[in-house]
């Protein structure tokens, strides 16, 4: 089975800091993906990526980055952590429309 | 831009019942994927069940069942013989062929009750 390794389950960090959120798959997918997920509002794509090096803007882009620089890789960046931010975070990758795989998500709490 | 729209943010059903939860989207896709997912507290996100919009026939997976209605843009899930394992938030999605992007709705608690 594929699976979605997101690297931490829980997260604690101050306003203003650096955050990277760390998603790691093991099938060699194409595609990467970054959801965030509030209650009420569903889950909504903040970033995607189709292949090493390449990204997409999902929805809610803002005050968020990814980097993919291996394909079993996609890192999210809060460059500047905001209150606002705090959130479950989920990652998922596919190979097609059809097979996505989800991690565990990592709740993220920013003080 | 595609949307998907669930209309009851919580319902509950006794344990051995019977529960349907609504999804409605919109799309001027013609061709087009549709999905159910089951998120219980684990956060583990399971896919339940997948509905290829050019199959006519209802997908079944077991308890959990769908009825499609293309013209309406309907996709409801149908779960029998509710158990306790089932408590979980529900969500629908879309997918339009072709494209990689998962649309989904906002979710639905659905709480078994024994």
């Known amino acids: 089975d594929v699976k979605v390794t997101q690297s931490s389950r829980y997260l604690v960090k101050r306003t203003g800091e650096k955050v990277f959120l760390e998603c790691v798959q093991d099938m060699d997918h194409e595609n990467m993906f970054w959801y965030r997920q509030d209650p009420g509002l569903g889950l909504r794509l903040i970033y995607f990526s189709y292949d090493v090096k390449m990204k997409e803007k999902g929805d809610i882009p803002e005050g968020y980055s990814v980097s993919r620089e291996k394909k079993e890789r996609f890192s999210l960046i809060l460059e500047s952590a905001s209150t606002n931010q705090t959130s479950m975070y989920l990652c998922a990758s596919s190979l097609s429309g059809f097979d996505y795989t989800f991690g565990s998500g990592t709740r993220l709490t920013v003080v | 831009a595609q949307t998907v729209t669930q209309s009851q943010p919580e319902m509950s059903v006794q344990e051995a019942e019977t529960v349907t939860l609504s999804c409605t989207y919109d799309t001027s896709e013609n061709n087009y994927y549709l999905f159910w997912y089951k998120q219980p507290p684990s956060r583990q996100m399971i896919l339940v069940i997948r509905?290829?919009?050019?199959?006519?026939q209802n997908a079944t997976e077991n308890r959990f069942s769908v009825n499609f209605q293309k013209a309406a843009k309907s996709f409801s899930l149908k779960i029998s013989d509710s158990q306790l394992g089932d408590t979980a938030m529900y969500f629908c999605?879309?997918?339009?062929?072709?494209?990689?992007?998962?649309?989904f709705g906002k979710g639905t608690k659905l709480s078994v009750i024994p």
């Open positions: 509905q290829e919009a050019y199959k006519q």
């Open positions: 999605a879309f997918i339009g062929a072709g494209s990689y992007q998962l649309t």
